[in-house]
T-cell receptor, first 111, second 115 residues
Framework: RKEVEQDPGPFNVPEGATVAFNCTYS??????FFWYRQDCRKEPKLLMS???SGNEDGRFTAQLNRASQYISLLIRDSKLSDSATYLC????????????FGTGTRLQVTL | DAGVTQSPTHLIKTRGQQVTLRCSPK?????VSWYQQALGQGPQFIFQ???????QRGNFPDRFSGHQFPNYSSELNVNALLLGDSALYLC??????????????FGEGSRLTVL
């Protein structure tokens, strides 16, 4: 089983739509959670952190369910510029302090 | 303030050859991690350097080795190249404990093609 699993998509949505991405992780000892964005042929960049209480940044809302080991990202009022791959990232410590990336979910927003 | 810089940006090698990729971290960052990203996949963790020592290692063979210098810059070496090593190699720098804050800054990567 992969440490971080995502639906690769692609998700094709019209402008203005609401779209949600999900991610599951296997290491119950994971301690930090993030969403990164990667544009085509570019490097990944941090989009937002994910907290158990949920957090919002403009049109983006991230949620964490530790019991189910599940992370989500909701994008409201999609823009053409939101087209990218969204990577679910989990951080762990102890003997393996590192960030583990999912495969990514590709989003294509169309007119 | 320069971000993470990597060189070379593109390179082509043949099977069995060796390659060295270089990375200069963002100013103020002392931890360097290397990731391999195959086409259509997420970045896969190769290893992490801190204080010139390999601190963590992912599931990669010994053909993959690295080094960190006193100025925190780093090199990734791959020996006996295989076709499957073709990928984008990303260097990411962070302050220590970047795993906790997500403060991982990536370079634009070195795209390696093995023929």
């Amino acid at each position: 089983r992969k440490e971080v699993e995502q639906d690769p998509g692609p998700f094709n949505v019209p402008e203005g739509a609401t779209v949600a991405f999900n991610c599951t992780y296997s290491n119950s000892a994971s301690q930090s959670f993030f969403w990164y964005r990667q544009d085509c042929r570019k490097e990944p960049k941090l989009l937002m952190s994910v907290y158990s209480s949920g957090n919002e940044d403009g049109r983006f809302t991230a949620q964490l369910n530790r019991a189910s080991q599940y992370i989500s990202l909701l994008i409201r009022d999609s823009k053409l510029s939101d087209s990218a791959t969204y990577l679910c990232v989990v951080g762990s410590t102890g003997t393996a302090s590192k960030l583990t990336f999912g495969t990514g979910t590709r989003l294509q927003v169309t007119l | 303030d320069a971000g993470v810089t990597q060189s070379p940006t593109h390179l082509i090698k043949t099977r069995g050859q060796q390659v060295t990729l270089r990375c200069s971290p963002k100013s103020g960052h002392d931890t360097v991690s290397w990731y391999q990203q195959a086409l259509g996949q997420g970045p896969q963790f190769i290893f992490q350097y801190y204080e010139e020592e390999e601190r963590q290692r992912g599931n990669f063979p010994d053909r993959f080795s690295g080094h960190q210098f006193p100025n925190y810059s780093s090199e990734l070496n791959v020996n006996a190249l295989l076709l499957g090593d073709s990928a984008l190699y990303l260097c990411a720098s962070s302050p220590d404990l970047g795993w906790a804050t997500g403060e991982l800054f990536f370079g634009e990567g070195s795209r390696l093609t093995v023929l």
